[in-house]
């Protein structure tokens, strides 16, 4: 398959990162706008160069490139602007629907509050998803290593009959388990959002277990869990417990190959274990969590899949209807854009 058929083919998302895919263009525009000046570099190709981390090999450093993108969007018109033009870059590669997620708490600071911040991510989706047909839903996010999720919660709760359909905790995993924000994923859940928690990415099979433990009903990454199975010359012999809890309840992954390898969790795309992963049962989905850091875009993702996993149109079908099974959309969503992708594949 050529990258142009895979480009054709209807794509799912679930993890992508809003403050993640801005344009290098945006950014500078934003910034000259409300006079941030902290930019690393002041051209487009540098600034997209700057931004590349590609070779950051850990998540911690792979994450301090974000202070520039939030740092652009600390208002509500240049929220809605990089909400609206994720909408537009991402039906550019044929996905019909997806999930765009980002910490509110990240805005603050120049008059905005948090729900301000939601309202205005919610604005630009609706826009997009008007001018571009592709249906969009809101996670919101509290970052694990602040103290403020239960006020991110009651933000997101106030707005969950206008896009949010998620809550997430996001930010370093490593001595910031799940299990602090217990409160706060209570909450969430009683206020009717979702929870995705990300998990078997910055840590190992133990913060896949605290995800586990507050509820999470998808696993934002969640491939460490590889460290609780034993193979053999390249197969599943065994599976430990908290391997075999996720794939007897069809907990979904969602798996982001680039940025795991821009992050040091492996050293190539061919040693990731998605494709191990797959062929054993679990449920494994494509996404790109961080399009500007990690230079990518949906179909580069599925050309990965191809290239590198062995994965045939057959297998990209499959993996695109358990996104959209596992998306926290409401039914009647689902059923369309299921649809869509069933002639997309046809």
Known sequence: MSPEDLQALPK??????????????????????????????????????????????????YLEAFAHTVGVMKTAAAIERVAYETVEDL??????????????????????????????????????EADFGLPMRLIVDA???????????????????????????????????????????????????????????????????????????????????????????GEVVTLGPVAQSVLDAGTVLETCLTSNIHTGMYPDVGSHPFGLLHRSGFGVTINTDNRLMSGITPTDEFVLAVEHHGFDVQD??????????????????????IERVIVGYS
């Open 143 to 233: 970052m694990r290593q602040e103290s403020d999720s239960v006020e991110v919660v009651q933000a997101a709760v106030a707005l969950a009959d206008d896009g949010v359909v998620g809550f997430d905790l996001a930010g370093p995993e490593l001595g910031f388990p799940a299990t602090e924000h217990r409160e706060a994923c209570d909450m969430a859940r009683q206020g009717g959002l979702h929870l995705t928690i990300h998990a078997g990415e910055g840590d190992g099979v133990q913060s896949i277990v605290g995800a586990l433990e507050v509820g999470a009903e998808r696993l934002g990454h969640g491939v460490r869990l590889i460290e609780d199975i034993e193979l053999a010359a």
């Open 316 to 337: 990209l079908e499959l993996v695109t209807m358990r996104a959209i099974d596992a998306a926290f959309c409401d039914q009647a969503t689902k059923d369309q854009v």
């Open 12 to 61: 799912v998302l679930l993890h992508d990162h809003l403050d993640g895919g801005l344009r290098p263009e945006t950014v500078l525009d934003l910034a000259a706008a409300n006079g941030y000046l902290d930019l690393p570099a002041s051209g487009v190709e540098d600034l997209t160069d700057w931004f590349f981390q590609g070779h950051s090999a850990s998540l911690e450093r």
């Open 91 to 128: 039906a550019a590669h044929n996905v019909v629907y997806a999930e765009t997620r980002m910490a509110p708490s990240l805005c603050l600071g120049e008059g905005l509050d948090r729900g301000e911040a939601i309202a205005a991510m919610l604005k630009g989706l609706r826009r997009g």
